[in-house]
């Protein structure tokens, strides 16, 4: 495996940018491991099957093309919170993390953020960082990105939505989120994305 910075966190913490920023700044790809649990649910939405059926859900999960993950379609709120439900179901991990070691293995190295990668998909990664922010400021920004959309939010739903979000995510049995052992925790409710950049940029620098 090659230079692998492995990013976990909650939805809305700010995981997505700073890993964006962090592969443009080392020319390293990048991977939103969120994007397969939830091309995974929407394959089995449009297909019109349930959600809970694991075999079903791992035949999906196994054909995903980790080339053709389109975040404009995959982003919508419905997709995000079935993709939380599937990706509680082994089978789908198992699938959806063989192709995304697989990812991590190619080349040179690569970012890859998500909830279990410094846990579970890259636990030898050279930089694990867990980006976190409190729920408050996390509903904020969604309430802000959607509301800058020109669209209406009610800021109480998406507070609820988050939190009912992070109690699956880190309560799941398989592969809870939660930091690796080696991590280091950068909380962009106190700092900010740029700063979480800089300090996530010094990280990577000790490390290369
Ligand atoms: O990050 P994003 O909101 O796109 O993730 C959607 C859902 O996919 C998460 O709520 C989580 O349940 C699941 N997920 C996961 N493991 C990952 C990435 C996402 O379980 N590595």
Known sequence: MGFVIAID????????????KLAAHY???????????????????DAGKPLDDEAVAARMAASVDLANLDRAVLSAHDIGEAASKVAAMPAVRVALVEAQRRFASTGKGAVLDGRDIGTVVC?????????TA??????RRRYDEIVARGETADF??????VRR?????????DSPLRPADDAHLLDTSK????????AARALVDQRL
Request: hydrophobic content about 45%; overall charge neutral.
């Open 9 to 20: 966190g909650p939805a809305a913490a700010g995981k997505g940018t700073l890993a964006r």
């Open 27 to 45: 020319g390293l790809p990048h991977l939103d491991t969120g994007l397969t649990y939830r091309a995974t649910a929407k394959a089995l939405l």
């Open 123 to 131: 636990p030898e990664a050279p930089v694990k960082l867990y980006v």
């Open 134 to 139: 409190d729920a408050e400021i996390r509903a």
């Open 156 to 161: 109480d739903a998406i507070l609820d939505d």
């Open 165 to 173: 979000r992070d109690a699956r995510d880190m309560g799941r049995k």
């Open 191 to 198: 700092m900010g994305i740029e700063a979480a950049f800089q």
